[in-house]
């Protein structure tokens, strides 16, 4: 204490950094049944000279007649007694109160009314009327005498001119979601590498004047007069710093969205040990819910192994769904399932569903981490786009969209049903208008797949009783989803029909970046997705 009060006196003095040397030790090495003479033999004879910093106090105090030899002794044995005792207690079962645990960080957050929370989730979605409000806030600049890039006010007015449509595109989708649940007291934050234009320079949080250095507006702050405060931030280029922290933020923060976005989805592996050690098993290993979300760019568009996937194979083979066990379908099967996972993973295909996730995380009775694969392409693909009526008031997130064009109104002559999700959705139903086979092959959206929806998928199949079945994926066949589906799909069909695979070969690297050999390899798995005799060689 001496020495780190005249540190801080030097630096409060002078103003400069100072550096204090602390030497200390262990006196049983690594851990209590290390034996450190194995390696550090003169070292640890003089340690082993050394009174226990107990015992020097306790000498000290005695010999200075502060206490006596027996309020010593009396003060050990009493502290000795307290936990003898919690070892005895904690052998009894009956005082494990787990969800104690849960909500003693959170105060009051698991209750209602003294009561737990219901195990249900509200419609996520919004009323026209405010839906409009928040398009409009996005599609304007609300501070006065404020001049914006010439590219953004196009920007802008395609903004204005989709709210007018009633349509919004991925950036949309996303500015409905945070701006809804700003109004409703809602704090959201987000961070990461160049989020306020966003990498893609889609997202254009963040203004800025032309004329005047550094003013800067946040129109989503403009949303409502008593909203809470948005809060969006370029990071550092360390991504396990940064998710560290945000993860940290979430944790103290239940009633608040934080978010983290890779700058592209590949770059969370430099963060790992962070996903690994406290995100994936938060719940299980250290009895902490957290309902931090983290967004990774993820497609394979022939941008090279670098840029192309967050790897979903790793986050899909940390779920702790079974695969192998069918589970019970109740009417709250579907929340049962979230409260039960360790962490979400969705694909969404459309703004309109990305919406909805991100509001269910706020508005479910919990926090589980939420791991979304965001697309690249799909931000301005002109398909990728969603209807007001799919966000209004009654409408959900959908864990998984069903085939709803016409081999839906012809299940009986569906030869073949393709099971996909994100990006490739697109690309599969293009290939299938231009092979005029729009009425014999099915193809269906998991959105979530983890935990997976077993009983949506089960009910798909069954439509399509003469139907093959296909798992398409772009990404190689050593990753992405197929070896995650696959066996979940087996146990929900109730037939001896295998699931056909239709991607990439199994490769080391993500993807290539030569734009050839990237739409020949598209060419390839699409070609094998629609070919109904493409798998007969391998029966």
């Given amino acids: ?17 100072v550096v204090v040397d602390l030497v200390g030790y262990r006196r049983n090495g690594h851990n209590e049944m290390d034996e450190p003479m194995f390696t550090q033999p003169l070292m640890y004879k003089q340690i ?51 969800k104690h645990w849960l909500d003693s960080p959170w105060p009051g957050f698991f209750t209602l009314d003294g009561q737990p929370k219901s195990m249900s989730c509200p419609s996520t979605g919004l009323s026209e009327e405010e839906l409009g409000q928040i398009g409009q806030v996005a599609s304007s600049v609300p501070v006065e005498d404020f001049t914006i890039h010439g590219g953004l006010s196009r920007i802008l007015k ?30 959201v934050r987000l961070s990461g590498q160049d989020v306020e234009r966003g990498t893609f320079s889609h997202r254009h949080h963040v203004l800025h004047d032309q004329n005047v250095d550094k003013r800067i507006c946040i129109p989503m702050n403009h949303v409502s007069p008593n909203q809470a405060p948005y809060t969006v931030c370029n990071s550092s280029l360390s ?12 944790m103290a923060s239940p009633n608040a969205l934080v978010l983290w976005e890779a700058q592209f989805g590949d770059f969370h592996n430099t ?17 902490r819910q957290n309902g931090i979300v983290l967004l990774l760019p993820h497609g394979m568009e022939g941008m090279g192994p670098e840029h192309s996937s967050a790897r979903p194979e790793r986050f899909l083979q940390m779920c702790n769904d079974d695969p192998d066990v069918f589970p019970n379908i109740t009417e709250d099967f579907a929340v049962r399932q979230l409260y039960d996972c360790n962490w979400i993973v969705v694909n969404c295909s459309n703004p309109a569903n990305y919406f909805h996730v991100l509001r269910r995380q706020i508005l479910q009775p919990f926090r589980k981490p939420l791991i979304v694969f965001t697309p690249k392409s799909l931000l301005r693909h002109p398909e990728a786009k969603s209807n007001f009526d799919d966000m209004l008031t009654g409408t959900h997130f959908q864990r998984m969209i069903p085939e709803q064009g016409p081999a839906a109104q012809n299940a009986a002559g569906v030869k073949r049903i393709v099971f996909c999700t994100g990006k490739v959705y697109y690309e599969l139903i293009r290939e299938r208008k231009a092979k005029g086979m729009e009425d014999t092959v099915a193809v ?10 077993f009983d949506l998928v089960k009910a798909e199949t069954e439509k399509y009783p003469e139907a093959d079945l296909v798992w398409c994926q772009e990404e190689h066949k050593n990753q992405g989803y197929y070896d995650y589906v696959k066996p979940r799909m087996r146990t929900t069909i109730n037939r001896a029909k295998p699931v056909w695979y239709a991607g990439r070969e199994p490769a080391a ?9 990237h739409l020949l390899e598209l060419k390839r798995f699409l070609d094998t997705a629609f070919n109904l005799d493409a798998f007969k060689d391998h029966i």
Avoid at 80 to 91: G, L, P, Q
Avoid at 239 to 250: C, D, I, K, P, Q
Avoid at 509 to 517: F, H, S
């Fill in 1 to 17: 204490m001496y020495v780190c009060n005249v540190a801080a006196e030097w630096r409060a003095t002078f103003h400069k950094d």
């Fill in 48 to 98: 082993k000279k050394q009174k226990g910093v107990l015992q020097k106090y306790a000498e000290k105090l005695i010999a200075e007649a502060a206490v006596t030899r027996q309020e010593y002794e009396e003060e050990i044995a009493k502290y000795d007694k307290i936990c003898e005792e919690a070892h005895a207690r904690s052998k009894d079962e009956k005082i494990l109160h787990i």
């Fill in 158 to 187: 395609g903004r204005a001119e989709m709210v007018r449509n009633r349509t919004v595109d991925w950036a949309l989708g996303e500015y409905m979601a945070f701006g809804s649940l700003l109004k409703e007291g809602i704090h």
């Fill in 239 to 250: 991504e396990y710093g940064v998710l560290g922290f945000e993860l940290g933020f979430a």
């Fill in 271 to 287: 963060a790992q040990c962070i996903i690994d050690q406290f995100i994936c098993p938060g719940q299980a290993k250290w009895v």
């Fill in 444 to 453: 269906a959206r998991i959105e979530q797949l983890s935990p997976f929806p």
């Fill in 509 to 517: 690297a993500p993807a290539t970046g030569n734009k050839q050999a």
